[in-house]
């Protein structure tokens, strides 16, 4: 990102993640009901932190810190930046108190904005676009952690009238067929991206066909009226396991009331629509779904050749790929490092981003990865065969 503009775009980054948190009461921003999900509060001094340890401290002549004791609480995974609290402990800071996190954010942001205001070393300025894109990775969690937090609230309370995010619809149906050939995969030009994307490199892809929609809440109803959370034939092992162990028996956020379904939306308890999208699936039910349907999930690598002509970025959409490295991926010197090297195991990669990802964070070659089992995501199902 040119200097010219990093500013700005600072400043409207900033403004949105606590655009997020406006219909937000109080005692909404500390709950933590389950370990993946962290507190808002959390979500918005993490972020902060980020900019105070990583540009601000190593670049800023005789920086103080706000608050020693913020490093220790705010820290999210970086070992190399010191001891932190248990990921399941962020529920229990109630102190600082949420006033105290935005006074936080003030402080840091006044501070970044006087170095932005004539900075030109590219490192630095590197580092300041990294953890704008790390903030708006954020802020995708705050809204999906947002509503598993009024999700399981027996009330299944409003967080902001109108803003329903499930309610998209495809625009095509059918299938689109690639041809069998050698294909470059990885990003590649002037653009921001994250390391695990780097390492463009050739794959080879036998002819495939992929469906140009994604899968829609009435066809993933036919599904469970067909038997499909009791058929064990259709499951992976694992996922059979994680059926039963949890009582699933439908996707995340749905409930039966009065022979009908509905699920909770960001705009209160509603109607399953049909038509919609399907949204909150985890890669065990994806999977499913295909085997009922005598298809299967895409690749990583056929979904990114093919994606110049699918109309995506509703749902992130499960691949049946392990989340690997590239060739020749090395990670960064120092806690950055971290970031996402570390996490290459035992998790699917995601393609496309969702109606929750922020504006200008989307690109083909975006690698999102998650646990099998896990759904609070806006994630779907593109199916291929």
């Known amino acids: 990102m040119e200097a010219t503009g990093i500013r700005e775009a600072f400043h409207n980054v900033r403004k949105l993640s606590e655009y997020i948190c406006e219909p937000l009461e109080t005692e909404d921003y500390v709950p933590q009901p389950v370990a993946f999900v962290s507190p808002p509060k959390w979500h918005l001094a993490h972020s902060t932190w980020f900019f105070e340890t990583f540009v601000l401290k190593p670049n800023v002549a005789a920086y103080r810190v706000y608050d020693p004791d913020f490093n220790y609480l705010f820290n999210s995974y970086y070992n190399n930046v010191g001891e932190r609290t248990l990921r399941t402990d962020r529920g229990n800071v109630t102190r600082p108190t949420t006033k105290a996190v935005y006074a936080y954010r003030r402080y840091v942001d006044e501070q970044m904005d006087a170095l932005l205001e004539n900075l030109s070393d590219p490192e630095i300025l590197a580092l300041v676009e990294l953890g704008l894109h790390h903030e708006q990775q954020h802020q995708e969690l705050l809204i999906t952690d947002i509503k598993y937090i009024l999700g399981h609230n027996p009330l299944f309370p409003v967080y902001r009238e109108g803003q329903n995010m499930v309610g998209g619809r495809n625009t095509e149906t059918g299938f689109l067929a690639i041809p069998e050939g050698i ?6 030009g002037e653009g921001f991206c994250f390391d695990n994307e780097l390492g463009r490199h050739k794959v080879y892809l036998h002819g495939f066909e992929i469906a140009k929609g994604l899968v829609t809440n009435g066809e993933y109803i036919e599904f469970m009226e067909a038997g499909g959370y009791q058929d064990f034939n259709l499951w992976l092992d694992e996922g059979w396991s ?30 399953v629509d049909r038509e919609a999208i399907l949204s ?3 890669f065990f039910e994806a999977a499913a779904f295909a085997q009922w349907k005598g298809m299967r999930l895409p690749t990583e690598f056929e979904w990114e050749i093919a994606s110049a002509n699918l109309d995506w970025g509703q749902r992130w959409e499960w691949t049946n790929s392990a989340y690997l490295p590239y060739p020749g991926f090395s990670k960064a010197p120092g806690a950055v490092g971290e970031y996402n090297g570390k996490f290459m195991v035992n998790q699917m990669v995601l393609r496309g981003a969702s109606v929750a990802t922020s504006p200008g964070h989307a690109r083909k070659t975006y ?14 199902i593109r199916l291929a065969r």
């Not at 294909?183 to 590649?188: E, L, P, S």
């Open 242 to 271: 994680w059926v039963n162990q949890n009582q699933v028996s439908a996707p995340m956020y749905w409930h039966r009331i009065e022979a009908e379904w509905r699920y909770f939306t960001l705009n209160g308890l509603q109607k």
């Open 183 to 188: 294909y470059d995969i990885g990003h590649q």
């Open 367 to 380: 690698r999102n990865f998650f646990h099998t089992h896990e759904r609070w995501q806006y994630t779907g």
């Open 280 to 282: 909150h699936i985890s």
